[in-house]
């Protein structure tokens, strides 16, 4: 993976130490993503669905820093231990904020 960072955005360590920069999503696939994230966000619940989506998020993300970058190799990045760490950062580079929920998939209050 190259080592120049052309847009600045959340850093993150994943597995190994490898540490990344989650840019902004691009509007284009924020547009194609958002019904989707919207969904994992509140609904609190893990299937393939969400799963998926957070791997399509975080690989539109990274793919503008790093676009040799594949889907697959971004799925072997997130894990059960980074999964929502990573669709946080995704979308806090985005300005958009990741709201905690509960198992009902009531927003927490702050």
Do not use: C, W
């Not at 993150?12 to 969904?39: C, H, V, Y």
């Not at 969400?50 to 690989?59: K, L, M, R």
């Amino acid at each position: 993976m190259s080592g120049v960072v052309a847009i600045p955005g959340v850093e993150l360590t994943f597995a190994g130490g490898k540490q990344m920069t989650i840019p902004p999503l691009s509007l284009g696939a924020l547009e194609q993503l958002l019904d989707r994230i919207n969904d994992v966000m509140a609904g609190g619940k893990m299937d393939a669905t969400s799963i998926g989506t957070v791997i399509d998020a975080a690989h539109a993300a990274l793919k503008r820093n790093y676009p040799e970058l594949t889907r697959e190799q971004v799925g072997d990045l997130v894990d059960l231990g980074n999964m929502r760490e990573v669709l946080e950062a995704t979308m806090s580079a985005s300005g958009l904020e990741a709201k905690p929920v509960d198992a009902s998939g009531e927003v927490l209050a702050p």
